[in-house]
């Protein structure tokens, strides 16, 4: 995959967001596209070495597409500014810990875990973080995590404990489970970038396994 060359044509995007520009430029997004499906299927393949769930996954299952929905958003431009995709069983609309890598104009990012989960899903990860409290301060404290992500995100995260929940472990407070960082992909060579996101992607095991845990805990009677 030639970052320069997808650096540039975002670039250019972000400054013509409109579809005469787009038509005039499909051609060059085509190639770009089928270039970004290869490297996704690099990562899949990297990936399925510490994380079996993903190893059938077709990297198609995991591109979103570069077309905005503008229904309810203020800001009509009809494109995205960047290539984006998300790994999971089951594709990039599992309800499973995803790993998920954006390729912008601006920042690129490199993110992975349970964002924003539906309320049902919420539920039965916080029984499990009631459950076993010892293993949430764990993970909030976990040094992997830490050194390579900052810790958990802390962008969605109640003042309170939630309805419920009245002491515990403040990861109940979390309404998302998510790690992130930024970073400039302009300039990087595809195969080292391929190979530093497989190395983010594994440092993120430790949030995974918990929700994965969290996710299929059944209470014993």
Same mark, same amino acid.
């Given at each position: 995959m ?17 579809k005469?520009?787009?038509? +005039? ?7 770009l596209?089928?270039?970004?499906i ?17 190893k059938a996954?077709? /990297?198609k ?8 929905? !503008? ?14 995709a998300?790994?999971?069983?089951g ?5 499973l810990?995803?790993?998920?890598v ?7 990012? !490199? ?6 989960p ?5 539920a039965?990860i916080?029984?499990?973080? /009631?459950?076993?409290? +010892?293993?949430a301060? /764990?993970?909030? %404290? ?15 995260v109640?003042?309170?404990?939630? +309805? ?9 407070? @979390? %309404?998302?489970f998510?790690?992130?960082?930024? @970073?400039?992909a ?6 080292i970038?391929?190979?530093?996101l497989?190395?983010?992607f ?6 995974? %396994?918990?929700?994965?845990?969290a996710l ?6």
């Open positions: 030639n970052l320069e060359r997808l650096t540039r044509f975002l670039v250019e995007l972000s400054f013509n967001n409109d005469p520009w787009f038509d +005039k430029n499909r051609a060059e997004y085509q190639i596209r089928l270039e970004f290869d490297f996704m299927e690099g990562l899949i393949s990297g990936i399925s070495s510490f994380d079996g769930s993903v996954l077709k /990297a299952q995991t591109l979103f597409r570069i077309n905005r929905d !503008v229904r309810f958003s203020n800001n009509k431009n009809p494109y995205k500014t960047h290539f984006s998300a790994i999971a069983a594709g990039r609309h599992s309800s810990p995803i790993y998920y954006q390729l912008g104009a601006e920042q690129s990012v !490199v993110a992975g875990g349970v964002y924003l539906e309320s049902d899903q919420l039965t916080r029984r499990f973080i /009631a459950l076993n409290p +010892k293993k301060d /764990a993970l909030l %404290k976990n040094k992997i995590l830490l050194e390579h992500f900052g810790g958990l995100d802390s962008d969605a109640l003042s309170r404990f939630p +309805k419920g929940f009245a002491e515990g472990s403040s990861l109940l407070k @979390f %309404k998302g998510t790690v992130s960082r930024g @970073f400039d302009f300039g990087f060579e595809s195969e970038l391929r190979d530093d497989i190395s983010s594994q440092n993120m095991q430790p949030l995974h %396994k918990f929700l994965r845990e299929t805990y059944e209470v014993k009677s």
